[in-house]
């Protein structure tokens, strides 16, 4: 490869490197349901509690920078969907079965985060979801342990999806 190759090469490199992080990302469309996630050390809210069916933009306000969406899902092939009430307590009681359970986080620089901030994809804090009416839950942390450990208080937020 002779030297302007290589030149060329490099700068392209560094270039898609720099825009990789900026690359891809989408504003929330005007008109969207939002829903907007609040924490502090000791809750986990969300704005509004109650959406219409349909695509959600799923906000992370902070401080924290990572929750985790817990939806019904009974199978492996099955598509994860609405949790029912039973589902909801023994969600909160730890036990994960027959649950999907996604994190959402943004696990970028502090700078790349502001420069993303209010925008799905690649260091946003904004997640889109399509969601059936049901109830759906947030989590500060993945239930664990063996057996299982009850959800702390205050670490469980529900998001009621209405016809």
Same mark, same amino acid.
């Given at each position: 490869?002779?030297?302007?190759? #290589?030149?060329?090469?490099? $700068?392209? $490199? =560094? *270039? ?23 924490? +502090?050390? +000791?809750?986990? #809210? $969300?704005?509004?509690? /109650?959406?219409?069916?349909? @695509? !959600?933009?799923?906000? $992370? ?5 990572? !929750? ?6 009974? /199978?492996? @092939? ?11 307590? #023994? =969600?909160? #009681? ?15 620089s +502090?700078?790349? &985060? !502001?420069?993303?901030r209010?925008? !799905?994809?690649?260091? *946003?804090?904004?997640? &889109? ?9 947030? =989590?500060v ?8 450990? %009850?959800?702390?208080a205050?670490?469980m937020?529900?998001?009621e999806?209405? %016809?």
């Open positions: 490869m002779n030297g302007l190759a #290589r030149t060329i090469l490099i $700068l392209g $490199l =560094l *270039g898609g490197a720099a825009a990789g992080c900026a690359g891809g990302l989408t504003s929330i469309p005007s008109g969207a349901q939002q829903v907007h996630i609040a924490d +502090t050390d +000791t809750s986990l #809210r $969300l704005l509004p509690a /109650t959406v219409h069916p349909g @695509d !959600v933009y799923v906000v $992370l306000d902070g401080p924290r920078q990572s !929750v985790v969406f817990v939806a019904q899902k009974r /199978t492996a @092939d099955a598509t994860p969907g609405p949790m029912s009430d039973d589902d909801l307590d #023994r =969600l909160e #009681r730890g036990d994960t079965e027959g649950t999907s359970i996604e994190g959402i986080s943004v696990a970028c +502090t700078e790349q &985060r !502001v420069a993303a209010g925008q !799905v994809g690649y260091c *946003g804090n904004v997640y &889109r979801f399509t969601l059936a009416p049901g109830k759906y839950a947030f =989590l942390d993945p239930p664990d342990g063996d057996p299982p450990q %009850p959800v702390p205050g670490s937020a529900i998001l999806v209405t %016809p």
